[in-house]
C-alpha cells in the first residue's frame, strides 16, 4: 500500500468551476499536511498546509482535513487555466523518521 | 532575497562519470532533502539531512553520495554505480524536519 495516494488524473473542469483534488494517506499518526503546484517543467511550490481537522482557506484555495477518514483534499474555486498543472500531496510520517512523503500528483487541466 | 539555489540547471552526463550537484540555501533551515522525479512520476527521496555533518539515505540512496559540512550546502554527487540516472533533481530545505519543505529550481540531468 503506497502510503500517500492521489488519483493521477487528468482531472478535467471548466473555466470558472470547483475543481476538487483529493489525497488519502496510511499513517495515522501524521500531523501536517501540504499541497504543492507544480508546473510543467518547474520545481514544487507550496501552496497551502493544514494541521487540524477542518477546512483552512486562502484566497482561491481550501484545504480540508479529517483525520477520521485520513483524507485531506485542495478545493479550487474559479479555476482560471494558470491553475492548469500537476498537485502534490505532501504528508509528514511519523513511521518514516517524520519525513515529508509525496503523493504521485494529480494532474489538473482547466479549459478556457 | 532568500532562497535556495541549485546549480546548473541542465547537466550532462557521460557513461561512467560522476557528476555534481550543488545545492545552496541561505533561508537558516536544519534540514535539507534530495529528490529525484522521472517523467510523469512523482518525488522520491534519495538523501536527507536534519543537521551539519549528518545525513541519511531515503528510498533511493543506491549510486548517489551527500555531503554537509556546512549548515548552508548539501552537494549530491551521482556517481557511476547509477546505472539510470537521467532524471528531473529536486533539492529541498525545510526549518525541521517534517515541515514545509521549500523547492529549488531543480537540475535536469541527462547521459549522453
Known amino acids: 500500500q503506497k502510503e500517500v495516494e492521489q488519483n493521477s488524473g487528468p482531472l478535467s473542469v471548466p473555466e470558472g468551476a470547483i475543481a476538487s483534488l483529493n489525497c488519502t494517506y496510511s499513517?495515522?499518526?501524521?500531523?501536517?499536511f501540504f499541497w504543492y503546484r507544480q508546473y510543467s517543467g518547474k520545481s514544487p511550490e507550496l501552496i497551502m498546509f493544514?494541521?487540524?481537522?477542518g477546512d483552512k482557506e486562502d484566497g482561491r484555495f481550501t484545504a480540508q482535513l479529517n483525520k477520521a477518514s485520513q483524507y485531506v483534499s485542495l478545493l479550487i474555486r474559479d479555476s482560471q487555466p494558470s491553475d492548469s498543472a500537476t498537485y502534490l500531496c505532501?504528508?509528514?510520517?511519523?513511521?518514516?523518521?517524520?519525513?515529508?512523503?509525496f503523493g504521485g500528483g494529480t494532474r489538473l487541466m482547466v479549459k478556457p | 532575497d532568500g532562497g535556495i539555489t541549485q546549480s546548473p540547471k541542465y547537466l550532462f552526463r557521460k557513461e561512467g562519470q560522476n557528476v555534481t550537484l550543488s545545492c545552496e540555501q541561505n533561508?537558516?533551515?536544519?534540514?535539507m532533502y534530495w529528490y529525484r522525479q522521472d517523467p510523469g512520476q512523482g518525488l522520491r527521496l534519495i538523501y536527507y539531512?536534519?543537521?551539519?555533518?549528518?545525513?541519511q539515505k531515503g528510498d533511493i540512496a543506491e549510486g548517489y553520495s551527500v555531503s554537509r559540512e556546512k549548515k548552508e550546502s548539501f552537494p549530491l554527487t551521482v556517481t557511476s554505480a547509477q546505472k539510470n540516472p537521467t532524471a528531473f533533481y529536486l533539492c529541498?530545505?525545510?526549518?525541521?524536519?517534517?515541515?514545509?519543505?521549500?523547492f529549488g529550481q531543480g537540475t535536469r540531468l541527462t547521459v549522453v
Open positions: 529541498a530545505s525545510s526549518m525541521k524536519q517534517g515541515t514545509e519543505a521549500f
Open positions: 499513517d495515522r499518526g501524521s500531523q501536517s
Open positions: 493544514i494541521y487540524s481537522n
Open positions: 505532501a504528508v509528514n510520517t511519523w513511521n518514516a523518521g517524520n519525513m515529508l512523503t
Open positions: 533561508l537558516n533551515h536544519d534540514a
Open positions: 539531512s536534519q543537521i551539519v555533518n549528518d545525513f
